[in-house]
């Protein structure tokens, strides 16, 4: 063989393989440029998109703060001329109010002259609450009420004794303030117990105030017999037996004075009106 012929062949054939490798290095650059040059356009449509979502999303924000300022705006405009509508009505005519009287305790609106002849006419009571204004008086018939101090002890109140205290009413005709004036009414007695202890006491001059001012009893129908024009008890409740509880109006029962403080408090008699009341022992007579 020709040495120079080898010769040839072998630079031929090592410079086909350089060849061959130089492909492909510049291959492996060119896909690396492409590669790099994808991702730099990759990564600018990525942006272009966040770009546009974030102007889109402010774009709402800014609608939504428009509008929330138009309806505040709205709500100032109109909110005026609700209240010039509002009008207040009268819980005893039940119709709107003319010349608006308003009670000093409680509050309450009226018509001046609903609430002045409700007072005159009835009681000086508010007709929405209940709070009590002045001295109410009633319209129990004459009578006497008569108070005994016991050593007898109520069950409950073992150390204390008690009050025996006794209501007596004659019949007779009723009168204007009555329910059925010129109808006759049939007369009643009653006896209660109070324990002797210092709640029961205030609890006992308490009922000597009401009783005076004819809040005590009144002239209707009875809850127990339902008998008409008969003196009845005018939901101030007594306890009539010393002993058998609730349920046989007795003791013991834990809330009763404190209940019958407010049933009395309800037609205005409260612990402010017992000063200079007498303790004990008492006759008092309504004519």
């Given at each position: 063989?020709?040495?120079?012929?080898?010769e040839l062949?072998?630079?031929s054939?090592d410079?086909?393989?350089?060849?061959?490798r130089?492909?492909?290095?510049?291959?492996?650059?060119?896909?690396?440029?492409?590669?790099?040059?994808?991702g730099?356009?990759?990564g600018?449509?990525?942006?272009?998109?966040d770009?546009?979502?974030?102007?889109?999303?402010?774009?709402?924000?800014?609608?939504?703060?428009?509008?929330?300022?138009?309806?505040?705006?709205?709500?100032?405009?109109?909110?005026p001329?609700?209240?010039?509508?509002?009008t207040?009505?009268?819980?005893?005519?039940?119709?709107?109010?003319?010349?608006?009287?308003?009670l000093?305790k409680?509050?309450?609106?009226?018509c001046?002259?609903?609430?002045?002849?409700?007072?005159?006419l009835?009681?000086?009571?508010c007709?929405?609450?209940?709070?009590?204004?002045?001295?109410?008086?009633g319209?129990?018939?004459?009578?006497?009420m008569?108070v005994?101090?016991?050593s007898?002890?109520?069950?409950?109140?073992?150390r204390?004794?008690?009050?025996?205290?006794?209501?007596?009413?004659?019949?007779?005709?009723?009168?204007?303030?009555?329910?059925n004036?010129?109808?006759?009414f049939k007369?009643?007695?009653?006896?209660?117990?109070?324990?002797?202890?210092?709640?029961?006491i205030?609890?006992?001059?308490?009922?000597?105030v009401a009783?005076?001012r004819?809040l005590?009893?009144?002239?209707?129908?009875?809850?127990?017999?339902?008998?008409?024009?008969?003196?009845?008890?005018?939901?101030?409740?007594?306890?009539?037996?010393?002993?058998?509880?609730?349920?046989?109006?007795?003791?013991?029962d834990?809330?009763?004075?404190?209940?019958i403080?407010?049933?009395l408090?309800s037609?205005g008699?409260?612990?402010?009106?017992?000063?200079g009341?007498?303790d004990?022992?008492?006759?008092?007579?309504?004519k």
């Amino acid at each position: 063989m020709d040495p120079t012929g080898s010769e040839l062949g072998q630079d031929s054939s090592d410079d086909h393989s350089n060849r061959g490798r130089n492909g492909s290095n510049g291959n492996h650059r060119d896909t690396r440029v492409d590669n790099h040059s994808n991702g730099r356009l990759s990564g600018s449509d990525s942006n272009y998109r966040d770009s546009r979502l974030d102007n889109h999303s402010n774009r709402e924000l800014q609608e939504s703060k428009v509008n929330d300022e138009k309806e505040n705006r709205s709500r100032e405009v109109h909110q005026p001329q609700k209240d010039a509508e509002k009008t207040e009505i009268c819980a005893i005519c039940m119709d709107d109010i003319t010349d608006l009287k308003k009670l000093d305790k409680c509050g309450h609106v009226f018509c001046r002259k609903c609430i002045d002849k409700s007072f005159k006419l009835h009681k000086p009571v508010c007709p929405s609450c209940g709070t009590v204004y002045g001295v109410t008086i009633g319209n129990m018939p004459a009578g006497t009420m008569n108070v005994h101090k016991s050593s007898l002890n109520i069950e409950g109140y073992k150390r204390f004794g008690s009050y025996c205290i006794n209501y007596d009413f004659n019949s007779g005709i009723q009168g204007s303030k009555h329910p059925n004036a010129g109808v006759r009414f049939k007369g009643t007695s009653r006896v209660a117990y109070l324990p002797a202890n210092p709640e029961g006491i205030e609890v006992c001059k308490m009922l000597k105030v009401a009783f005076r001012r004819r809040l005590t009893f009144t002239i209707g129908r009875s809850t127990t017999t339902g008998q008409e024009n008969v003196v009845t008890w005018n939901d101030i409740h007594h306890k009539t037996s010393m002993n058998g509880g609730p349920t046989n109006f007795g003791y013991p029962d834990a809330t009763y004075l404190s209940r019958i403080k407010e049933e009395l408090a309800s037609k205005g008699v409260t612990l402010a009106d017992i000063d200079g009341v007498k303790d004990g022992d008492e006759s008092i007579t309504v004519k």
